[in-house]
């Protein structure tokens, strides 16, 4: 209900401060205290705080700061940021930039900003802190809530084969990541073969525009959220080097193929080589490897002369990498020059020299039983 109020001073302040976007608000009495709400949304220009750190979370940065700068037609009155300790991409930006910077977690007061706006950043929102924007955080997510909630969406989206991916854009709940209701949201093909690194930066992009095309209706947004619901929904873990370890015995070319996608140019894949830890480099997909007197078995090494390159076996194929690091970088060339024609070899054609390499961190331990399966 609608609750008459006597004009104080404090009162009066406080109400002259949400007349700033050339619009009339009013204030809404709750069990949460004062709510802003809005009569218009024609003429709305935001006083926002921005929470963000990595190169994904600055394109969005670049758009609301160029708004913020365009007097005639930007949606952004004030634009300030919070961002972590270090020296994080977002950071740098706002430096360059003049922009306000606060430290994690910020001291806020209440109605000091209208809206925030959460990308990329890491760190739980509470809900105090939420409650301090009438309009609530926004967070701009690099895929098709419910899908891949989390932290590492754009690389579980190649990893797992994905051909549609998106942005959305909710507004944070407290307790949990990604689960708020959804304000917009929009697909994108991902393209074949594409990096991690490629997508990433395309999400960023759409994601920024989306986020403006979001706060130019705000309040119609708000209005019209729908709930996330549970049906497809997924979890996005954070990347880390257990994932890098490749399974010879289970895994297929493909799904070789979107790992190195995924990871490769952030956390090399490794393998077992003679005991010791390999990382595997510079990878070129899918090796036709035709020799009748050869069996494959998941984790035989070839080198191809021509072609310069070691070809692995794995569950249905062999896939290949044109330099690995052992003690140093090794070219193929170079790996089967010093290591790779020292091996015990079997029926071997002129052209190539075989080894093995074995899967994960234990792949010592299956040496034995391997050696025994390739002389059956």
């Known amino acids: 209900m609608w ?36 009569s218009s949304s024609s003429t709305l220009r935001w006083r926002l705080l921005f929470f963000g750190t990595d190169d994904f979370a600055v394109e969005s940065l670049k758009h609301l700061t160029s708004s913020s700068r365009n007097s005639a037609e930007g949606l952004v009155e004030n634009l300030e940021v919070v961002t972590l300790p270090g020296d994080v991409p977002v950071k740098r930006f706002a430096l360059k930039n003049n922009i306000t910077l606060h430290a994690w977690p910020p001291n806020l007061t209440q109605g000091q900003f209208d ?12 809900e105090r802190l939420i409650n301090k924007f009438p309009y609530g955080i926004l967070n701009v997510h690099p895929s098709l809530l419910p899908r891949w909630r989390g932290p590492a969406p754009i690389f579980h989206t190649i990893m797992h084969g994905d051909t549609v991916t998106g942005v959305t854009v909710i507004q944070i709940r407290p307790h949990k990541f990604d689960i708020g209701p959804i304000l917009n949201q929009q697909l994108h093909q991902v393209p074949e073969s594409c990096t991690a690194d490629e997508l990433g930066a395309d999400l960023a992009t759409k994601g920024a525009h989306l986020l403006i095309d979001t706060l130019k209706n705000l309040p119609e947004r ?13 979890f996005a873990p954070k ?7 490749v399974v010879w015995e289970e895994q297929t070319c493909e799904q070789i193929a979107r790992l190195y996608r995924a ?21 070129v997909g899918k090796c036709h490897i035709s020799d009748p007197r050869k069996v494959p078995i998941p984790g035989s090494v070839c080198y191809q002369k021509e072609s310069n390159t070691l070809a692995v076996c794995c569950k249905d ?54 050696k025994n399966s390739t002389l059956r």
């Not at 990347?239 to 370890?245: C, E, K, N, R, V």
């Not at 091996?343 to 190539?352: A, E, G, S, V």
Request: glycine share 12%; proline share 2%; with cysteine.
């Open 3 to 38: 609750t008459n109020v006597r004009a104080s001073g404090a009162f009066l302040k406080s109400f002259s401060n949400v007349l700033h976007c050339g619009m009339w608000r009013e204030w809404r009495v709750g069990t949460q205290g004062w709510k802003l709400m809005s």
């Open 239 to 245: 990347i880390g080097a257990g994932l890098s370890w």
């Open 317 to 370: 194929g062999w896939v290949g990498f044109k330099a690995v690091l052992l003690k140093k970088r090794l070219s193929a060339a170079d790996f089967y020059n010093g290591y790779l024609h020292h091996t015990p070899l079997r029926n071997t054609p002129d052209q190539t020299a075989e080894g093995h390499f074995f899967s994960g961190k234990d792949g010592t331990k299956d040496i034995q039983k391997r």
């Open 115 to 126: 809206v925030g706006v959460v990308v990329s950043f890491g760190c739980l929102l509470h």
């Open 263 to 283: 990871i490769g140019s952030r956390i090399p894949l490794r393998t077992v080589w003679m005991g010791q830890t390999m990382k595997l480099l510079n990878f």
């Open 222 to 234: 708000i209005a019209n959220k729908r709930e996330q619901g549970q049906t497809g929904a997924t």
